[in-house]
């Protein structure tokens, strides 16, 4: 059996090309198929292809590899395409950020909510449009996988105005056995991941779910006894230092002191917290009470670029052979994507968290919510797993995140300056009108040189 043609977009970002060369390379469903690398950067393109060539000749596979920095030569008859670019993505969300706190709307992650969130939106749906349009044009059977933030909002734009072509959208976070594997070992079913049998898996049922960046487990019983408050009291005591590094006290414990605290106050674990204590109002610091209050700080560059720097010095040394070979196939695992890919080309029927739309599975939601859910997939579909009620207030905090998610697509689509206004004005976090108007005129003044032109018409 031949393996799938992968061309994955936005190769040479930070994360996603050395785990896809790695996955291709290691899984024995993949590695006698083709993976295409595209970027426009011809220079890390290049560490990328090494990497790759690297990695073929030391596992001895048949993979065949392609590289361009054109995404249409890769496209024909291809199996899957992977959307990993960002348009100048931490420069743009360092200016998000700045600009946003400067008018009252403290943003700590600023790519997927918010005056940020919103302003990536409006930048990143033109290139997914026009790449979709190809995908159309030369690979139409393709399944479309994208992994750009915001996750919801470019999912939401395949599914409005692609329904022909099959998609998904992913995040890293909520990637299964890993995701499960330690909300177990948080409950105190295993020690370790390591030490989770089948039979303690059959005999646990988790709810987790609700849209990407924003998921929530809702309910989890082993032998059918609730084991939720087992994970709060981890999330209290972690939230007062224990287990965590003395240099990233500061930093780590500011999450769990807010996780902790809606944890307690709304009865529903958040599982992606470093985004979601940006979604909802409550720490924002407008509080007249100041005992018990927690802030968010603003998204800082310098800490993403730090990251990315390393991460582009690996690539070079990898691709060198200044990092040996051996030791990038023994400390590298295999992404989200490549773990779904082959479990769809093999048809094992994992299940797998995907943001796709909800089609019955919360039964309180509407068929074309945009929900990431439990999901089992094949190479027909991507079916969502029974959820039942999404609980209060939960469900009122979702449809405020997809209102505001659907307005960005419809004004990113349209260029529509009222419709912009209006996304920004349902966020959670916007509590003044002028404020909203200020803050949206200098995003898109500031990035008139990233956007549509039909924006300065």
């Given at each position: 059996?031949?393996?799938?043609?992968?061309?994955?977009?936005?190769?040479?970002?930070?994360?996603?090309?050395?785990?896809?060369?790695?996955?291709?390379?290691?899984?024995?469903?993949?590695?006698?198929?083709?993976?295409?690398?595209?970027?426009?950067?011809?220079?890390?393109?290049?560490?990328?292809?090494?990497?790759?060539?690297?990695?073929?000749?030391?596992?001895?596979?048949?993979?065949?590899?392609?590289?361009?920095?054109?995404?249409?030569?890769?496209?024909?008859?291809?199996?899957?395409?992977?959307?990993?670019?960002?348009?100048?993505?931490?420069?743009?969300?360092?200016?998000?950020?700045?600009?946003?706190?400067?008018?009252?709307?403290?943003?700590?992650?600023?790519?997927?909510?918010?005056?940020?969130?919103?302003?990536?939106?409006?930048?990143?749906?033109?290139?997914?449009?026009?790449?979709?349009?190809?995908?159309?044009?030369?690979?139409?059977?393709?399944?479309?996988?994208?992994?750009?933030?915001?996750?919801?909002?470019?999912?939401?734009?395949?599914?409005?105005?692609?329904?022909?072509?099959?998609?998904?959208?992913?995040?890293?976070?909520?990637?299964?056995?890993?995701?499960?594997?330690?909300?177990?070992?948080?409950?105190?079913?295993?020690?370790?991941?390591?030490?989770?049998?089948?039979?303690?898996?059959?005999?646990?049922?988790?709810?987790?779910?609700?849209?990407?960046?924003?998921?929530?487990?809702?309910?989890?019983?082993?032998?059918?006894?609730?084991?939720?408050?087992?994970?709060?009291?981890?999330?209290?005591?972690?939230?007062?230092?224990?287990?965590?590094?003395?240099?990233?006290?500061?930093?780590?414990?500011?999450?769990?002191?807010?996780?902790?605290?809606?944890?307690?106050?709304?009865g529903f674990v958040p599982k992606c917290i470093w985004h979601t204590m940006e979604y909802l109002p409550y720490w924002q610091g407008h509080d007249v009470a100041k005992k018990d209050v927690l802030a968010i700080k603003q998204w800082q560059i310098s800490v993403r670029r730090?990251?990315?720097?390393?991460?582009?010095?690996?690539?070079?040394?990898?691709?060198?052979?200044?990092?040996?070979?051996?030791?990038?196939?023994?400390?590298?695992?295999?992404?989200?994507?490549?773990?779904?890919?082959?479990?769809?080309?093999?048809?094992?029927?994992?299940?797998?968290?995907?943001?796709?739309?909800?089609?019955?599975?919360?039964?309180?939601?509407?068929?074309?919510?945009?929900?990431?859910?439990?999901?089992?997939?094949?190479?027909?579909?991507?079916?969502?797993?029974?959820?039942?009620?999404?609980?209060?207030?939960?469900?009122?905090?979702?449809?405020?995140?997809?209102?505001?998610?659907?307005?960005?697509?419809?004004?990113?689509?349209?260029?529509?300056?009222?419709?912009?206004?209006?996304?920004?004005?349902?966020?959670?976090?916007?509590?003044?009108?002028?404020?909203?108007?200020?803050?949206?005129?200098?995003l898109l003044r500031r990035e008139k040189n990233y956007l549509p032109k039909a924006w300065y018409k």
């Amino acid at each position: 059996m031949r393996g799938p043609k992968v061309v994955l977009i936005g190769a040479a970002s930070a994360f996603f090309g050395r785990q896809t060369i790695y996955s291709m390379v290691t899984k024995a469903a993949l590695n006698n198929g083709t993976l295409v690398l595209v970027d426009p950067d011809k220079t890390k393109l290049g560490w990328l292809k090494k990497i790759a060539e690297r990695a073929i000749s030391a596992t001895g596979v048949k993979l065949k590899l392609e590289c361009y920095t054109d995404y249409r030569k890769g496209l024909k008859k291809a199996d899957f395409v992977l959307l990993a670019f960002a348009v100048e993505g931490v420069k743009l969300r360092g200016l998000d950020a700045e600009v946003s706190t400067k008018h009252g709307m403290v943003m700590c992650s600023a790519d997927t909510i918010g005056p940020g969130g919103i302003m990536r939106t409006l930048r990143e749906i033109p290139r997914q449009n026009m790449i979709m349009d190809d995908v159309e044009k030369l690979c139409p059977n393709a399944w479309v996988i994208n992994w750009v933030n915001p996750t919801s909002a470019m999912g939401i734009a395949m599914m409005r105005h692609y329904p022909h072509i099959k998609s998904m959208a992913l995040c890293d976070g909520p990637h299964n056995p890993r995701f499960d594997n330690q909300l177990m070992v948080d409950a105190g079913i295993a020690k370790s991941p390591e030490a989770i049998t089948d039979a303690m898996r059959s005999r646990t049922k988790i709810r987790s779910g609700g849209v990407n960046h924003f998921n929530w487990l809702v309910e989890m019983t082993y032998n059918g006894k609730d084991v939720t408050g087992k994970i709060k009291d981890k999330l209290r005591a972690a939230s007062q230092g224990e287990h965590v590094a003395s240099s990233e006290k500061g930093k780590r414990n500011l999450a769990n002191d807010i996780a902790s605290q809606i944890a307690d106050s709304l009865g529903f674990v958040p599982k992606c917290i470093w985004h979601t204590m940006e979604y909802l109002p409550y720490w924002q610091g407008h509080d007249v009470a100041k005992k018990d209050v927690l802030a968010i700080k603003q998204w800082q560059i310098s800490v993403r670029r730090d990251w990315m720097n390393a991460c582009w010095k690996d690539m070079r040394d990898i691709g060198s052979g200044k990092r040996k070979m051996d030791d990038f196939l023994e400390n590298t695992g295999s992404d989200h994507a490549s773990d779904i890919i082959e479990s769809m080309w093999t048809g094992t029927n994992k299940q797998f968290y995907i943001n796709i739309p909800n089609n019955g599975s919360v039964t309180n939601m509407q068929d074309d919510d945009y929900l990431e859910l439990s999901c089992v997939v094949d190479m027909h579909d991507v079916r969502p797993l029974p959820f039942g009620e999404m609980p209060r207030p939960l469900r009122g905090f979702m449809y405020r995140v997809l209102d505001e998610h659907e307005l960005a697509v419809k004004a990113a689509v349209t260029c529509d300056r009222d419709v912009l206004r209006q996304a920004f004005l349902s966020s959670m976090v916007a509590v003044s009108i002028p404020d909203v108007n200020n803050c949206m005129d200098e995003l898109l003044r500031r990035e008139k040189n990233y956007l549509p032109k039909a924006w300065y018409k």
